[in-house]
């Protein structure tokens, strides 16, 4: 007989022997007093086993994953689930994928804890857009982080969309070689746009514009470009509605 039998025989023979002697044990009382006397901790690590299978189990069966990630940066909003609930629909997202638009980042004094949750989702490869400000706009374009919306948007969108898309000019100083690189960097101004009033927008100030720009390498292009579209077909705010 091998060590393997002769431990399973002898865990066997214990067993057996704890059942027939919690089976002898006079009433009911007696029988649950000594299993909660001596086997306390192995119930309590069965617990919490099976609650670990089961949150295990439903996290991937519920699980999404996101096919659209965006930010709003510097800028306060409602809660972005209806938003995204909707975008779903337009976009046409499969039974185990979402989109997914994070709020309450914001820059200044935090500004650097915000710029590495960035870095984070970029080098995870995640981050498709954001929704941001002024400071938020020149901040990045400083970084050639924006995509050129002239030339990412199809020709019929970018139509649709050109008079109200802004161009900026920003140089970026190599440390290295002391030579200087001059890019233009392009955002959609949604201030007049459905989208804004959807998400309920506002900055620091009365005044403040609200913009939205393609991340220079997102993800998926294809959903970044169905959410200009997106944002196109639900159109602009009606002077009425002002």
Not at 78 to 98: C, R
Not at 131 to 157: C, S, V
Not at 220 to 226: G, H, L, P, S, Y
């Amino acid at each position: 007989m091998t060590e393997q039998e002769k431990e399973r025989q002898s865990v066997n023979k214990t067993f057996k022997g704890e059942i027939k002697k919690i089976k002898e044990l006079p009433g009911f009382k007696a029988k649950v007093g000594y299993i909660f006397d001596y086997y306390t901790l192995h119930i309590i690590v069965i617990v919490v086993l099976i609650i670990l299978t089961i949150s295990i189990v439903h996290h991937y069966m519920t699980r999404k994953d996101d096919v659209l990630f965006g930010i709003v940066l510097n800028l306060s909003c409602v809660d972005t689930e209806v938003f995204s609930g909707q975008l779903d629909e337009y976009i046409g997202v499969g039974p185990k994928e979402k989109t997914f638009l994070e709020r309450g980042l914001f820059m200044g004094q935090y500004g650097n804890d915000v710029e590495q949750k960035l870095v984070m989702y970029i080098a995870a490869h995640q981050l498709d857009y954001v929704i941001t400000d002024e400071d938020g706009l020149n901040h990045f374009g400083k970084q050639f982080f924006w995509k050129d919306l002239r030339e990412f948007l199809p020709a019929d969108l970018y139509n649709d969309l050109k008079e109200d898309i802004i161009v900026r000019t920003f140089t970026q100083k190599d440390e290295e070689t002391g030579e200087s690189e001059t890019r233009e960097q392009t955002l959609l101004r949604i201030n007049d746009y459905r989208i804004a009033r959807e998400l309920d927008l506002y900055g620091y100030d009365d005044g403040s514009s609200f913009y939205l720009g393609a991340y220079l390498y997102p993800p998926d292009e294809a959903n970044v470009i169905k959410l200009f579209e997106y944002v196109r077909d639900l159109g602009k705010v009606a002077p009425a509605e002002e």
